[in-house]
């Protein structure tokens, strides 16, 4: 760090300039407009009129559809949790045990490779090829004798909260194995070979050895785990659109909604608020009591 | 480690990446079948296909002129000299691709204009921003760093609706300015923080010696920083390149007149479209959109995979 001279400075923030104009315009003055747009009444191009907390207090009481979607919204997360924590994790283990570099890199590669279609068409093909009418599931199901169990996964109201979870099934990230991978990768030999001297190998040795050691990256993947699966309804706009009747709606698709079908734009930016508060308190949570191994270091 | 312990672990690991896959291959097998051939199972080796490999079998034992029975979408079958008969499959096979790519074309089109240039704002702006705020200290540096790091509390949800009443107001609506100005705004951000990190690693004699030769903030970004860095660069592109690509939901909004779709919102536009009748269209579409991508895929893994395993991914 130098203290430049003034023309330098000078130099300095015009050089930031652009960046910064950005910042204020396209993040700064929506996050300002989201709190005080949340406080009015009015469609797109209408008169606003100003109605207090009216927005938050008709959501958390009126709105039919907050509760179940808040229960939605934490069912599919938790699962998202589950998964995302436990399966790219074994599989970036599995490969990190390999001893030729050539496999672990050819498996990386394999993992990351479905990365190239993009969300929208994954979603569709689930749609269309997995739980359509004719889709794999009821023929699998009718080839293995079971036609009965045969349904529209998700339009069933029994099955479609279910049937959006499984899909993306087995569930292996690309990138959270690279990450995963690469906090095995951190360790240390010393560590590796002290394990190994005193008799700690396999299972045991990833549950006292790994996993202590890649709690920082385990935290990563959790924190964005919780904040996608709080703020995410892309994937429920395509597949179900929140039905059949609000089975699959979470807060973040309510939202939707309301903003660009019903044109309640102040009542959208109060539940945008809300989701934003239960993040913030989610994130700090998680960051104060979800401790990763350089803070222990750090304090011990 | 014991061979059947190593042969156990290939298994497992095969056996997740072809479940990973598996709708890639529905995705590519249905890009060469009719609709009757779908509805007749979720699962087979085109008939086009077979039907090729027919008529080959037929000219490669000799009978080259023996007639053969073409079956066509509607399932009614005709006789047909071979060489019609291979046309006739030819044009079931390349039906599909061609419809979508007369459809996909312009979003494709628009897709590269807005991924390219949003990519080229970020990594300017990133790039430079965290030169200067890792290495010089002024009034409101640190404010600026702040600024900066701070927008990454605000999840997009909270700023979704506002930004389309923003976009709206500044009259942007259904322009690449609608997408490129917030992605870079929003892009620059990460781009920032991975470059500020990088910069501040590396010894302040590098730069110390660069300013003795007289070299001003344009000469250490371009004689240093940029040779320097290149890996974070292909970092910080491939993801933003990936963010741009896959983001539906912000296009799909502030297109309200469908003139300027990507490849994201187009592909769900045309999933909601007549086309959506006719399954290889569909399929055709989603495999044409993973092209550039898999294009991108094959030259940078390597680079990719290797900034991502630096360690600089964790909380």
Request: hydrophobic share 50%.
């Given at each position: 760090?130098?203290?430049?001279?003034?023309?330098?400075?000078?130099?300095?923030?015009?050089?930031?300039?652009?960046?910064?104009?950005?910042?204020?315009?396209?993040?700064?003055?929506?996050?300002?407009?989201?709190?005080?747009?949340?406080?009015?009444?009015?469609?797109?191009?209408?008169?606003?009129?100003?109605?207090?907390?009216?927005?938050?207090?008709?959501?958390?009481?009126?709105?039919?559809?907050?509760?179940?979607?808040?229960?939605?919204?934490?069912?599919?997360?938790?699962?998202?949790?589950?998964?995302?924590?436990?399966?790219?994790?074994?599989?970036?283990?599995?490969?990190?045990?390999?001893?030729?570099?050539?496999?672990?890199?050819?498996?990386?590669?394999?993992?990351?490779?479905?990365?190239?279609?993009?969300?929208?068409?994954?979603?569709?093909?689930?749609?269309?090829?997995?739980?359509?009418?004719?889709?794999?599931?009821?023929?699998?199901?009718?080839?293995?004798?079971?036609?009965?169990?045969?349904?529209?996964?998700?339009?069933?109201?029994?099955?479609?909260?279910?049937?959006?979870?499984?899909?993306?099934?087995?569930?292996?990230?690309?990138?959270?194995?690279?990450?995963?991978?690469?906090?095995?990768?951190?360790?240390?030999?010393?560590?590796?070979?002290?394990?190994?001297?005193?008799?700690?190998?396999?299972?045991?040795?990833?549950?006292?050895?790994?996993?202590?050691?890649?709690?920082?990256?385990?935290?990563?993947?959790?924190?964005?785990?919780?904040?996608?699966?709080?703020?995410?309804?892309?994937?429920?706009?395509?597949?179900?659109?929140?039905?059949?009747?609000?089975?699959?709606?979470?807060?973040?698709?309510?939202?939707?909604?309301?903003?660009?079908?019903?044109?309640?734009?102040?009542?959208?930016?109060?539940?945008?608020?809300?989701?934003?508060?239960?993040?913030?308190?989610?994130?700090?949570?998680?960051?104060?009591?979800?401790?990763?191994?350089?803070?222990?270091?750090?304090?011990? | 480690?014991?061979?059947?312990?190593?042969?156990?672990?290939?298994?497992?690991?095969?056996?997740?990446?072809s479940l990973t896959m598996l709708p890639l291959a529905f995705m590519v097998n249905n890009v060469f079948r009719s609709n009757r051939e779908f509805y007749r199972s979720f699962f087979s080796i085109p008939d086009a296909f077979k039907g090729l490999a027919r008529v080959a079998g037929a000219a490669?034992?000799?009978?080259?002129?023996?007639?053969?029975?073409?079956?066509?979408?509607?399932?009614?079958?005709?006789?047909?000299?071979?060489?019609?008969?291979?046309?006739?499959?030819?044009?079931?096979?390349?039906?599909?691709?061609?419809?979508?790519?007369a459809v996909l074309r312009p979003y494709l089109i628009n897709s590269l204009i807005v991924s390219i240039l949003t990519a080229l704002g970020v990594s300017v702006l990133g790039s430079s921003a965290g030169y200067i705020l890792s290495r010089y200290r002024f009034l409101g540096s640190r404010a600026?760093?702040?600024?900066?790091?701070?927008?990454?509390?605000?999840?997009?949800?909270?700023?979704?609706?506002?930004?389309?009443?923003?976009?709206?107001?500044?009259?942007?609506?259904?322009?690449?300015?609608?997408?490129?100005?917030?992605?870079?705004?929003?892009?620059?951000?990460?781009?920032?923080?991975?470059?500020?990190?990088?910069?501040?690693?590396?010894?302040?004699?590098?730069?110390?010696?660069?300013?003795?030769?007289?070299?001003?903030?344009?000469?250490?970004?371009?004689?240093?920083?940029?040779?320097?860095?290149?890996?974070?660069?292909?970092?910080?592109?491939?993801?933003?390149?990936?963010?741009?690509?896959?983001?539906?939901?912000?296009?799909?909004?502030?297109?309200?007149?469908?003139?300027?779709?990507?490849?994201?919102?187009?592909?769900?536009?045309?999933?909601?479209?007549?086309?959506?009748?006719?399954?290889?269209?569909?399929?055709a579409a989603y495999a044409i959109s993973s092209v550039p991508l898999l294009i991108l895929f094959v030259y940078a893994t390597r680079p990719f995979i290797r900034g991502m395993t630096s360690g600089a991914f964790k909380a």
């Open positions: 760090m130098i203290r430049p001279s003034l023309r330098s400075t000078l130099g300095c923030y015009a050089i930031i300039l652009p960046g910064i104009v950005l910042l204020l315009t396209f993040i700064y003055l929506p996050v300002v407009w989201a709190f005080s747009k949340s406080l009015q009444e009015f469609e797109v191009g209408g008169p606003a009129r100003f109605v207090g907390l009216a927005n938050y207090r008709e959501y958390l009481t009126l709105d039919p559809t907050c509760w179940p979607s808040v229960l939605n919204m934490l069912m599919l997360t938790m699962f998202a949790v589950c998964v995302r924590l436990t399966v790219p994790l074994i599989v970036a283990k599995l490969i990190h045990s390999l001893p030729r570099e050539r496999w672990r890199h050819f498996y990386r590669v394999m993992f990351l490779a479905p990365i190239v279609v993009p969300g929208v068409a994954v979603q569709l093909i689930w749609q269309g090829m997995i739980y359509a009418d004719n889709g794999m599931l009821n023929s699998l199901l009718s080839a293995v004798g079971l036609s009965g169990w045969a349904r529209g996964w998700l339009s069933d109201p029994h099955t479609a909260l279910a049937a959006v979870m499984m899909v993306g099934f087995p569930f292996v990230g690309g990138f959270e194995v690279l990450i995963y991978y690469a906090g095995l990768s951190a360790i240390p030999d010393s560590v590796n070979e002290a394990a190994l001297l005193e008799g700690c190998t396999g299972v045991s040795k990833f549950f006292r050895i790994d996993i202590p050691l890649i709690l920082s990256q385990l935290k990563l993947i959790l924190l964005l785990t919780v904040i996608g699966g709080m703020q995410g309804f892309e994937g429920l706009f395509i597949l179900t659109r929140g039905g059949p009747g609000f089975k699959t709606t979470v807060p973040g698709l309510w939202m939707y909604f309301n903003a660009f079908s019903f044109q309640r734009m102040g009542y959208a930016c109060a539940i945008g608020v809300l989701l934003f508060l239960a993040i913030f308190a989610l994130t700090l949570l998680n960051l104060k009591y979800f401790k990763s191994a350089e803070d222990v270091k750090g304090e011990s | 480690m014991g061979r059947w312990r190593l042969l156990a672990i290939h298994v497992t690991l095969l056996t997740v990446a490669a034992v000799g009978d080259s002129n023996e007639p053969v029975q073409v079956e066509d979408e509607q399932g009614q079958s005709r006789q047909m000299a071979p060489g019609e008969a291979a046309g006739v499959y030819f044009r079931q096979i390349k039906r599909g691709p061609a419809m979508a790519w600026a760093l702040v600024m900066f790091l701070a927008t990454m509390m605000f999840p997009g949800v909270l700023t979704l609706v506002p930004s389309f009443l923003l976009v709206k107001n500044l009259g942007l609506l259904n322009t690449y300015w609608a997408m490129i100005l917030p992605y870079v705004a929003g892009g620059q951000v990460f781009a920032t923080f991975v470059f500020h990190s990088f910069f501040k690693g590396l010894p302040e004699e590098l730069f110390e010696s660069a300013r003795m030769d007289g070299a001003g903030h344009l000469g250490l970004y371009w004689n240093i920083v940029l040779p320097l860095s290149r890996p974070v660069f292909s970092v910080v592109i491939i993801m933003n390149i990936l963010g741009t690509w896959n983001n539906f939901l912000w296009p799909f909004i502030t297109n309200t007149d469908g003139s300027h779709h990507v490849i994201s919102s187009g592909l769900f536009a045309l999933a909601t479209s007549q086309h959506a009748q006719n399954f290889s269209t569909m399929f």
